[in-house]
């Protein structure tokens, strides 16, 4: 199980943490996280590997950080430089050997 945090209304400009938590074994896997803007398909943002690699979407290279705590079992999505067009719910993601599970996303709102 995979439960996102975080979430909220800022400000363009502004930065926002999200965190994911994860229940047993699927943590130990590649963790990604993905938003969905209104009337727009759900989009990867970064990914972050059991090793530490990380990869990002072009439109956020620079300005958000992906990383894990792996004793904490937690992913964090650091957001700096936020724009409206962040404007999304993000979701958590982890693709196990069984299936792919996600998290009930969290809302982040970024005003102009």
């Known amino acids: 199980q995979l439960v996102e945090s975080g979430g909220g209304l800022v400000q363009a400009g502004g930065s926002l943490t999200l965190s994911c938590t994860a229940s047993?074994?699927?943590?130990?896997?590649?963790v990604g996280w993905y938003r969905q803007a209104p009337g727009k398909q759900r989009e990867l943002v970064a990914t972050?590997?059991?090793?530490?690699?990380?990869t990002y979407a072009d439109f956020v290279k620079g300005r958000f950080t992906i990383s894990r705590d792996i004793p904490k079992r937690l992913v964090y999505l650091q957001m700096n430089s936020l724009k409206p067009e962040d404007t999304a719910v993000y979701y958590c993601?982890?693709?196990?050997?069984?299936?792919?599970?996600w998290g009930q996303g969290t809302q982040v709102t970024v005003s102009s």
């Open positions: 993601n982890a693709e196990t050997a069984v299936g792919a599970y």
């Open positions: 047993g074994s699927i943590f130990n896997v590649n």
């Open positions: 972050i590997t059991t090793g530490g690699r990380t």
